[in-house]
T-cell receptor, first 112, second 113 residues
Framework: DAKTTQPPSMDCAEGRAANLPCNHS???????VYWYRQIHSQGPQYIIH???NNETNEMASLIITEDRKSSTLILPHATLRDTAVYYC?????????????FGKGTKLSVKP | ETGVTQTPRHLVMGMTNKKSLKCEQH?????MYWYKQSAKKPLELMFV???????ENNSVPSRFSPECPNSSHLFLHLHTLQPEDSALYLC????????????FGPGTRLTVT
């Protein structure tokens, strides 16, 4: 599975868009990009995932570059409650084992 | 509210005690997982159950013993733990064992004294 690289921390002003980058330069063609977040003292929360097309849901948008070597998670209007550690994970879809491998993630701090 | 509940939320136990953590999912999922999150370390997968059968055991010491009596319930039985076992224990579920769209419970904060 491809290794992902994320900045350790980012700040964002409340109400502005938060753009969280992730590099996965060794990703293979059948690996999906998953995003999770973990708010302090809570369990991780699934946000979104994609293969090569951009994806959007009620929580966020996922932009994947055409060469699939990097992606950006966008929270369009960040709130204080979006302060969390965000994890980018690359995993082969339909694998025999559903084990997610979490790295260190990006600690996003949304400030008033 | 993710549809996955865990009890207790906090547990303090001595090294000679026996205790159990409970997880219940209300999502109709077929796969359930136990993860461990130690301070300043990434989440570590411990066990995977699919349709009540254990399909993965990530070299977890025998002092941790999982049990999955049905597809909605998962237990983690603890005995003779060590202080380094203090951590946040998270339960998750997914539609099946191949899905990476997993729903996590709030976790049990375990302290071993």
């Amino acid at each position: 599975d491809a290794k992902t690289t994320q900045p350790p921390s980012m700040d964002c002003a409340e109400g502005r868009a938060a753009n969280l980058p992730c590099n996965h330069s060794t990703i293979s063609g059948n690996e999906y990009v998953y995003w999770y977040r973990q708010i302090h003292s809570q369990g991780p929360q699934y946000i979104i995932h994609g293969l090569k097309n951009n994806e959007t849901n009620e929580m966020a948008s996922l932009i994947i570059t055409e060469d699939r070597k990097s992606s950006t998670l966008i929270l369009p209007h960040a709130t204080l409650r979006d302060t969390a550690v965000y994890y980018c994970i690359a995993r082969r879809g339909g694998g025999s084992q559903g084990n997610l491998i979490f790295g260190k993630g990006t600690k996003l701090s949304v400030k008033p | 509210e993710t549809g996955v509940t865990q009890t207790p939320r906090h547990l303090v136990m001595g090294m000679t005690n026996k205790k159990s953590l409970k997880c219940e999912q209300h999502l109709g999922h077929n796969a359930m997982y136990w993860y461990k999150q130690s301070a300043k370390k990434p989440l570590e997968l411990m066990f995977v159950y699919s349709l009540e059968e254990r399909v993965e055991n990530n070299s977890v010491p025998s002092r941790f013993s999982p049990e999955c009596p049905n597809s909605s319930h998962l237990f983690l039985h603890l005995h003779t733990l060590q202080p380094e076992d203090s951590a946040l224990y998270l339960c998750a579920s997914s539609q099946d064992q191949r899905s990476y769209e997993q729903y996590f419970g709030p976790g049990t904060r375990l302290t071993v004294t």
